[in-house]
């Protein structure tokens, strides 16, 4: 009996992103995901056999897919990104903050605020400060945003006072999606699973490099008032026949 190896057991958490197959390298993240696997499957097996010598030689077809459960099923960016349709936001009017308090300021590293402008643009009226003075921007700290369409703050000096921040976001009021029934070409994605880095720093990740949606989309009602578990909706990117998938395990 083989001795367990440790760095190949299934211990790591896993984050899913897709991305065109079109522009392979614009990776959106899909969050709130569980039951995450990456899944190679032998099926249609053809087998050539002799009269005499029995089993000449065996040919499967090989198919890869990455599968799960969306909990936050009515995503409707994500349901465009699948499905298509148009999308129409009715913005709600604006909401001020006052002081939020940030803990942690490192040069060179970013952090989120809280809230975001529901058009994925950066908040306005930001006033960061120290110990209630204000900081100034491009000298102290810069404005970024990030693939969430959250606002991060990058700090360019040190700072020892308690760093607050001022602001002002336009959330949504209300979203809706249309979605045309009929006749639709699935579009190809990229699909990544990445591991969230351990006490080790180490990444592995398993990628699809041209596969599609398939199955049923379910936009679950639950009660779980009534101590009912939340119902997500199941996905399966199964790979295209000729497409790849890369199993990545970094070592070092």
């Known amino acids: 009996m083989s001795a367990i190896?440790?760095?190949s057991l299934s211990k790591f958490t896993g984050m899913l992103s897709i991305a065109p197959t079109a522009t392979p390298t614009s990776f959106q993240r899909l969050g709130s995901v569980t039951g995450l696997a990456g899944n190679i499957e032998?099926?249609?097996t053809t087998e050539i056999r002799a009269q005499d010598t029995g089993l000449v030689a065996a040919f499967t077809d090989l198919q890869?897919?990455?599968a799960g459960t969306f909990l936050e099923v009515f995503d409707l960016e994500l349901?465009?990104?699948l499905f298509g349709g148009t999308k129409t936001d009715t913005a709600a009017s604006s909401q001020s903050v006052t002081d939020e308090s940030v803990t942690g300021w490192t040069v060179g590293t970013s952090f989120a605020l809280t809230n975001k402008n529901a058009?994925?643009?950066i908040v306005t009226s930001i006033d960061v400060k120290a110990d209630g003075s204000s900081l100034v921007l491009d000298t102290?700290?810069?404005t970024l945003i990030d693939g969430d369409g959250y606002t991060k703050i990058l700090p360019l000096t040190s700072q020892t006072g308690a760093i607050t921040v001022d602001y002002s976001?336009?959330?949504n009021a209300n979203e809706e999606l249309e979605i045309t029934l009929g006749n639709y070409e699935?579009?190809?994605?990229v699909v990544k699973i990445e591991t969230v880095p351990d006490s080790t720093g180490k990444t592995r990740t398993i990628t699809l490099n041209s596969a599609k949606f398939e199955g049923t989309y379910a936009l679950n009602f639950s009660d779980v008032s009534e101590a009912k578990e939340i119902e997500g909706a199941e996905f399966t990117f199964t790979g295209e026949k000729g497409s790849t998938v890369t199993i990545y395990d970094e070592k070092l």
């Open 186 to 189: 699935v579009p190809s994605f």
């Open 119 to 121: 058009d994925g643009t």
């Open 42 to 44: 032998i099926s249609d």
């Open 5 to 7: 190896k440790p760095n």
């Open 64 to 66: 890869g897919s990455i």
């Open 140 to 142: 102290d700290y810069k």
């Open 79 to 81: 349901i465009k990104t």
């Open 169 to 171: 976001y336009t959330p």
